[in-house]
C-alpha cells in the first residue's frame, strides 16, 4: 500500500514537473518566482500545505494506526473466554482506532446479560459503531484539506493569470503595440501562476483521492475485525 501511494504521488509529481521544464531551461526557479509575481506567494504556501497535510494523512492512514496485528492477538484470549474487563484495560492501554473504539464501547456489554438475547449487544455496536464514525471524521478532516489545496491553488493560478494579463493590457495601453517586450513580461507571469498552481493542484487531488480511500478500507478492516472480536464470546454460542 505504502508503495502505491508513493508511486501514485510520484507519477503526478513527473507528470506536472514536465510543463515547467522548458522554461527552466532558460531561467532560474528563482527568476521564475520573481516574475510569477504576488500569486507565487500564495501558491508558495499551498505548496508547504499540502506537503505537511499528506504527510500527516500518511502517518494517519497506516494499517498499524487502526487494528494491528498485536493488539488482536492479545484480544482474542479475553474475548474467547468472556473476560470483558481484561479485554477493556487491554484496549484502554492500546492507542489505536481499535482500542479506543473497544475502551468506549465494551462498558456498555454487560457479561450477565450477554448471553439472553442478541438483543443487548445493541449498545455494544451502537456505541462502537459511533466512535468508528467520529475516529473517521477526525482524520477524514485532514483529507479534506487536499480537497481544498487541490481547488484553491489552481484557482489562485487563473487569478495570477487575470492578473497578469489586466497588467499586459495596460502595458499595451501605454506603451503602445510597437514594444512587444513590455507585453511579455505580464504574459510570462500569467503562464507562471496557472503552470504552478496546477503543478500543486494535480497532485493535491491525486493524494486526496489515495488517501480516501486507504481510510475507508482500514475503517472497513477494524468494524470487521471488531465484529470477529465480540462474535468469539462464549455467550454467543450458548
Known amino acids: 500500500m505504502l508503495l502505491r501511494t508513493l508511486a501514485f504521488i510520484a507519477a503526478a509529481l513527473l507528470l506536472t514537473s514536465k510543463l515547467q521544464a522548458q522554461a527552466q531551461a532558460s531561467s532560474s ?12 506567494y500564495p501558491l508558495a504556501a499551498c505548496s508547504l500545505a499540502f506537503f505537511y497535510i499528506a504527510i500527516h494523512c500518511y502517518r494517519e492512514t497506516r494499517s498499524l494506526n487502526f487494528a494491528p ?27 489505536t482506532i481499535l482500542g479506543r473504539s473497544l475502551a468506549s464501547a ?12 442478541p ?4 449498545p455494544f455496536e451502537t456505541e462502537i459503531s459511533a466512535a468508528l464514525a467520529s475516529e473517521e471524521n477526525s482524520i477524514s478532516q485532514w483529507i479534506h484539506y487536499l480537497s481544498v489545496v487541490a ?3 489552481p484557482m489562485i493560478g487563473l487569478l495570477g493569470t487575470v492578473s497578469g494579463m489586466i497588467g499586459g493590457f495596460q502595458t499595451m495601453a501605454t506603451g503602445g503595440m510597437g514594444r512587444p517586450e513590455l507585453f511579455a513580461g505580464d504574459i ?37 475485525q ?3 472480536l465480540i462474535d468469539s464470546l ?3 454460542e450458548s
Open 29 to 40: 526557479l528563482w527568476t521564475m518566482i520573481q516574475q510569477g509575481g504576488w500569486a507565487m
Open 69 to 95: 496485528p498485536s493488539l488482536l492477538a492479545s484480544l482474542k484470549t479475553p474475548f474467547a473466554s468472556g473476560d470483558l474487563p481484561q479485554a477493556e484495560t487491554l484496549a484502554k492501554s492500546s492507542p
Open 106 to 117: 465494551l462498558p456498555k456489554l454487560k457479561p450477565a446479560s450477554a448471553a439472553s438475547s
Open 119 to 122: 438483543q443487548d449487544l445493541e
Open 151 to 153: 481547488n484553491v491553488a
Open 188 to 224: 510570462g507571469e500569467a503562464l507562471i501562476t496557472t503552470a504552478t498552481g496546477l503543478c500543486i493542484g494535480i497532485p493535491a487531488m491525486i493524494a486526496h483521492s489515495v488517501f480516501s480511500n486507504r481510510l475507508q478500507n482500514a475503517i472497513t478492516e477494524t468494524a470487521r
Open 226 to 228: 471488531a465484529n470477529a
Open 234 to 236: 462464549p455467550s454467543q
